[in-house]
């Protein structure tokens, strides 16, 4: 309540004290605040605003169910606007001024690690859902996404067995996630016994349209007698046109099969897949999922939205296992306070929606089963093959610098980059 | 000589600005460090690194007003200097990281490790030395808008084409910084920063000593485009916005004039970056966005263009609507702004200075009326 | 493969057994138990199922295997029975098989959809050439012989010879006596076999046949010898086609520019407005588009292929209604304030970009290609997608045309006149705020043109317009302000320089480069390539 006092301090806040005073007498008391930290606005709108949605899908639901320790959910909705430094202003204003127990948020990297500062001034809860390069473990954040290891070695490992490839095109979007997941992969490809020669890496910018060169590169490599597949980290807007440059060029996936990993049902639905069939996504879920809780969920969520073609996404799982385990971790703890809540959440283990279970992970990671699926022509995925849950790999062992890291909040540890050779917490510790 | 020059621009609204300047740096800082937590007259670090975030920008709003409004330069790319400004700032800040980086490498910072790069790259050196760092905040934008404004001015580059290539500069590198070969931490930027001059970044001393230093150098730079423009330079520059040809004619060399305010506009830019970046804790190429020259464009119209006072008030006046809205009516927030872009250009030529201009005559009918017309027709 | 391979030598010794002449077929119980079998296991145990449905040599086959790869084969759960299934509403209606008997139709929940993955779908693939080699239909030979011919499989050697022996028709001749060389290539077959192979297929000059060829070049002797040969003769071919190739990207990306830039070079070109809101007039006309599509869809499926001509006029009257109206409300208090222009429009941008995203939803909206413009043919080794020939045919119209308006026509007349000298035309008569309006109004039309174009090949997204907007103004600059032809060449100019880059300079840094030569141009011709003379200029 400080804004309405420094109005009586110095008038240049004047105006902002009486804005955020009278949006405060709104709150009532006795509720619990659920930070949403999510783009609805700008060019990251396109895949966030879903997992604000699903947020308040959740909160919803939680609260018909009671709420938490008999308190109503109330959530508190802010747009960062795409825009990096606002996702740590909003942060700020969401943890110091609108006092939320915990954020659900982010979706690039970059909106993570500019946050990320912000969580560890002011001791709170970030549930981060996507899928990212890993080589992070923070005590305040919970990745509820796919590292690495649960999505991209999977993927590459049943291109090699089903599909009998030798020859690699790691094709990208050239920021951190691309970077690093084809560093792994290289590695990892390398370690298989892949020659050099048989991988190209190759990176593009964000929004690329114009995929004439590319994609008959990919092609000519393909055609020099050896199984060819592509490995694509393309992000975002860049896939219609890519995706679409492939069909028309005529690469089918019987001939070049291309394995993405950020593309899901969100990114199917711009797109006529017919000419797709038969490429590949890696996910750790799939709307197409024969589960009968996953058949639930969807029921909810489209009765909810008010509107039954509204697709389910990987993330949007990820963000319902963050959600529910915190509500477990809550109870378990008897408290919304931060510190009890983080020591409460390793070792929550709440049900996933493809009929397992997720586990949070002393790295703050958590279990995830690995799916591969293939592109049918009504926009969803064919599940070709399911792994058992594999645990969140944070520090991936192909890399030179973090091979040797290894992290574990729980006492007596509670170091997110121990070295194993040094035998000590790295970095601030 | 010099004092002469800045006691003539030292009037009386620079004196209020800078009374008001002085007053903040003095009072936000004590303010949010000596009354307690629940104290009525606290002040939140939220509210600190907000407000210190609001003054670079009415900073960059300035660097901005001074080559538009004055020059009759619209610049596009003026975000392109205060993002280098913000680089430069940034490699200080990461190294002073030192072995506290996730992978605790004494040199290298983590981005760099998690490529497996080995060595630091020759323009990072240096980078660890506070002075340097601040040299290459004020030559880097510096030179770079020397280079481009020497080409520009002197092939006679003039009005809208003059405004394309700005945006092209910042477009090229916008698309330059993406690339994680840069060296520049791509798409992620420089973030996770601990210590400036051996203070903590997250300490509330140094939060409120980097907004008293924002003010001051708003304050310091505001003086001094006051003290520009009254001089007979700066009746020599609205020469130049109001009929270039004919300014030439009388025997003037344009193109130094230009050159010489666009530069200095440009180092401001870059110290508005270089302030910016500790207190909100990342820079990232989206700095350069041709969309973010283009939103500071509008703060100095918004406020009131060829005014001083009118940048200031513009750039806090939008930012302050874009925080409220994007928290309170995030779906209308792009409404609200474009409508403002819409509403300003047709009705509030001269801004809300302007508005208030207006206002004040109004009041005093026997005063002739205040030219609101068609001053703003600058290069065109 | 090697399983495959097994198997596929298994159906060809069964194969020789039967008769090959005469179309075989079996007893519809022994079919029906091989077609169940397609159900009955994993991945693996599917693809058995297929070469022994294959070996069977049945004439019903080729059409199930057919099917199956459609994903049109479903598994009833209580009894693993194999059935044709269609959609009806919730339910699947069973079709069985082998007899093409109903079988009545049954809930969604008591099927399983038959999944076929990517090796299933090659397993099919050669299954079924194989099996139409001798087809009535010269084009189902055709495609038999590519299939097989992809396959490379050694095993279907004996099947080819006897086609090729049959085959009347040249050009599936031809493609027969590659496949078997492709074959060849894969057996065990003694080298002089191999190396006519290789010249066979070196023949044939392509990348595909010096993919083929290639893993052999480290052998010694004559097969080494002719494959090196006949990878250099290829590699010399393949070059030039390579550098026509990048000529056409160019030019097709060139044209895209075009397209996203002829407007501009009305609005900003002809009026000397700085229009930022022109890339939300090419969204405007993709979501027309997709608004054309989405009726079509639902009312009148048949209609599908003309999508796209009728969301012409519809983008184009959207779009340019929208720019009227932007004009009457907005630009027109702003003429001979350019600068403001730029605020104001780029005010107007934000606001249809939001408004776009409010009703439509931020996500991606699927326009789809009509089959005209999808796929590909090749000339020589360049390969010309339909869609890239289109939009360079389409840009060429639209670019003609709006000459011809703006030349041949008294609005073109009055148009010109208007924007040379305002206060003269006005003395003569001439309606100036109404051509004003139209021509902003023509101007932002020609965007939703594009718009229609661009939903082919980009995403139909609310920040569809921002990737072209700093692009289309690069290019009526480098052009010069105010002329059309300028465009045109600007925009050709630098696609193909950026397809010619990008192989090289790889492309972030080919754009870089682009756009540093268009500052330094900028320096050197400050009214960019073509730039207009006189008074009117300083205007």
Redesign the interface.
Known sequence: MSMTFTRRTFGLLAFAGALSASTMLAHAEDTIKVGVLHS??G?M??SE??LKDTVLFLIDEQNKKGGVLGKKLEAVVVDPASNWPLFAEKARELISKDKVSVVFGCWTSVSRKSVLPVFKELNSILFYPVQYEGEESERNVFYTGAAPNQQAIPAVDYLMK???VKRWVLEGT?YVYPRTTNKILEAYLKAKGVPAEDIIVN???F????W???V??I??F?????KTAVVSTING?AN??FY??L????IK???I?VVAFSVGE??L????TK?L??HLAAWNYFESVDTPENAEFIDAWHKYIGNDKRTTNDPMEATYIGFNAWVKAVEAAGTTDTDPVIDALPGTTVPNLSGGYATIMPNHHITKPVLIG?I??DGQF?I?SQTAPVVGDEWSDYLEGSKDLISDWRKPMNCGNFNVVTGKCGGAG | MLTYWLTNGFDRKAQIVTAVLVALAIVVPLGSLLPPDDSVLHISTYQVTLFGKYLTYALLALAVDLVWGYCGI?SLGHGAFFALGGYACGMYLMRQIGTRGVYADPVLPDFMVFLNWKDLPWFWYGFDMAWFAFLMVILVPGLLAFV?GW??F????????L???T???T??LL??F??NDMGFGGNNGLTDFKDILGYSIQSPGTRAGLFAASALFLAFFFVVASALTRSKLGKVLVAVRDAESRTRFIGYRVEHYKLFVWTLSAVMAGVAGALYVPQVGIINPSEFD??AS?EA??WV?VGGRGTLVGALIGAVVVNFGKTWFTGMLP?LW??A??????I???FL?TGIVGLFARLKSLRKPPVAPVAVA?Q????? | ?RMLRCLATLFLLMMTVLPLKAATAIADADLTALVNALGAGD?DATEQAIAALAASGDDRVAGILDKLGN?ELVTRKADKAVFIGEKADKDFKLTDPVTGADAGIVPKATVD?L?V???L??AI?TAVGTLTLRNADPKVRLAAAEAVM?SQDAAAIPALDAAIGAETDAAVKTAMISARAAAVLASDLPDSEKAKAVDTIADLGT??A??????YAGQAGPIGDAVKAATTAINAKLALWDAG??IW?GL??GS?LLLAAIGLAITFGVM?I?N?AHGEMVMLGAYATFGVQELIRNNAPELFDYSLLIALPVAFVTAGGVGILIERS?IR??Y?????????T??????L???V??IF?????????PSWM???FTIGEM?V????LWIIAFAAVVFLSLIGVLKKTALGLQMRAVTANRPMASAMGIRTPFIDALTFGLGSGIAGLAGVALS????????LG??YI?DS??VV?FGG?GNLWGTLVGAMTLGVA??FL??YA????G??LL??F???F???R???LFALKGRAVEA
Do not use: H
């Open positions: 609805l606005s060019t709108a396109i605003t879903t089903e599909e009998g050239d990176y593009t910018p929004g690329f349209a114009d004439q060169t590319e008959s590169k092609k000519a393909g055609a020099e007698g050896k807007d219609v046109p679409k440059e069909g028309n060029q005529g996936a019987e001939d099969p969100e990114e639905a711009g797109m006529d000419p069939v038969g293939e049918q022509d064919d070709v | 619209l481009f080409f520009a002197r092939s006679r580059v003039t009005g809208v084409y405004s394309i290539i945006q092209a500069m477009y090229a698309l330059a993406f690339r041709p969309a283009i464009v509008i119209a779906e792009l409404f702004l474009g409508g403002l872009f819409v300003v250009t047709l030529p068609n703003s027709g600058g290069a065109s | 493969m991945f994903g959809k999944k993955n990517n090796k779908r090659r693939a992809k990348r595909d010096l993919g083929m060829i290639a893993p190739q990048n990207y097709s990306l895209v000397g700085i930022m907005i208090w702003l001979g304030r350019p600068l403001e222009t730029l605020l104001a780029w005010g107007v941008s934000l606001i970009q939001q408004a995203r409010t939803g931020a996500n991606n909206r699927e326009v789809g290609n999808s796929g590909a390969q997608t339909w869609s890239r082919q090949i980009d995403n139909v997204s609310p920040n921002r990737g700093i103004f690069m600059v302000v950026n397809k990008e192989p790889g492309a972030v840094l754009k870089i756009l540093v268009i500052i330094l900028i320096q050197k400050p009214r960019g």
